[in-house]
C-alpha cells in the first residue's frame, strides 16, 4: 500500500518521518521495498543481523544466572539487554498492527481540518505541532547522537591507548556477547564483529524509535483535534426557534457532535495498538533507566560515566514525552464538557439542552492510551515510574557498597 498523498503536509509530514525510521529496520508500514536487494537481500539481513545479536547478548546473560558476573558488569550487560529486548517487542506489536496504524493514519487524517479557524484555534494549532515537531527533533537526535557516542566509545579508547599512550590495552567492544569464537583474537576478528554489533544495534534502535515517537505523534495529533473542537463546541450559537439560522447552527452542531464521536472512537482504536507497546515501555523502563544509572555510578573512567548518563537521560525523555501527550490527551478530551458547560445552552431549545448533556455526560469518561487497558497513561505515571527506579537504583546501591 503507497503512502496517502491526499492529506495535509503539516498532518502527515511528521507521521512519514516515522514510518521511514521504521523502514531503517525493513518495518514496512506502507509500501513495499522495490528491487531485489531491497525485496529479499535487505530482509534476510536485518532479520539475521537482530538475532544473532541478541541471541549473542542472550548467551552472555546465561553468566548472571551462573553466578560469573560482578554487579558493576552486570550494570552494563542487564541495561543493554534490556533495551535491546523492548525495542524487538515493539517492532513485532506494531508489525502484527500494521494494518491498524494504517487505519488510523487515514481515518484521522480525513477529520484533519485546514481552514475555518479562529485566531485562537490557529494560534493552539501551530503550538502544538510546533511542540511535536521540537519533540521529535530533540528525541530523535539525542539517541541517535548517544547512540553513536556509547558504540564508538571504545574503539576510540583502544586506538587512543594502544598508538598514543602506547599502553597495554585489549581490543574492547561496545557490547558484551558471546561468540563461538574470539572477537578479539585480531584486528579482523575485531573489526568485522564491531560492524556487526553495530549494525545490529542500529536496527533495533530504529524500531524503537519509530514505534515510540509514531505513537507520540497520533497521540499528539489526536489531542490536537481535541483541543479545535472544543473551540467549535464553544462557539456554537444555541438553537432557538425553527429558522434558517437555527437551522444552519443545528448542522454545525451535529457536525461536531459527530466529529465528537469519531476522535473518540480513534482513541479507542489507538490505544488498542499500543497498549501492548505502553505496558513493554513501563515494565522494562524502570530496570534500565536503573542499571545505566548504575553504571554510571560504577564506571571504569570519565567516558563510561558520560556514556551511562546520556542512556539515561535518553531513556527519561521519551517515557517524560509519552505521559505528556496521554496526559494532553485525556485533558483535551475531558475539556469538552467544560466547552459544553461554558456555550450558552441555556438560551437554546430542550432538543439543544440535551445534545448538550449528553456530550458533557460522554466527556465525563476522558480518552487516554493505557497500560493493557488497565492503568491510564498520565503524568503520574511519570513520577510512578522514577520513584519505582530510584528506589532499584538505592537498592543496587546498597548491595554493592555493601560487596565492597
Known sequence: MEEPKDLPEEYIGPIVACINILANSNLMIYKKPRGF?????????????????????TM????????????????????????????????????????KVRSVIA??????????????????????????????????????????????????ETVFRRYILQQECGLLLPFSCSFPFDPTGNWLKYICVYIFETYSIFRIIYCYLGTEILMITLCSHLATEFTLLREDLLNIKPVIKNDRESWENLQTFKNVIAKHQKLISLAEQLDDIFNKVILVNLTSASISICFFGFGAKVARGALDMANNFVAVVSLIYPLFNLCYYCELLRESSAGMADSAYNNHWYQGNLSYQKLMWFIMRRSQKPCCLTSMKYNPIDLKTFTTVLSTTWSYFSLASTIYEGES
Open 107 to 156: 481515518q484521522l487524517g480525513s477529520t484533519w481540518t485546514m481552514e475555518g479557524f479562529t485566531e485562537l484555534q490557529i494560534n493552539k494549532k501551530n503550538a502544538l505541532l510546533k511542540r511535536l515537531k521540537f519533540c521529535y527533533a530533540v528525541f530523535y537526535w539525542m539517541n541517535i547522537i548517544g547512540s553513536w557516542q556509547y558504540i564508538l566509545a571504545p574503539l576510540l
Open 60 to 99: 552472555y546473560m546465561v553468566k548472571v544466572f551462573k553466578g560469573e558476573l560482578q554487579l558493576d558488569e552486570l550494570a552494563y550487560v542487564v541495561s543493554v539487554y534490556v533495551i535491546c529486548t523492548q525495542g524487538i517487542l515493539k517492532a513485532l506489536i506494531v508489525g502484527l498492527n500494521a494494518e
Open 37 to 57: 536487494f531491497k525485496k529479499y537481500c535487505f530482509p534476510v539481513l536485518v532479520l539475521c543481523c537482530i538475532i544473532g545479536f541478541h541471541t549473542s547478548l
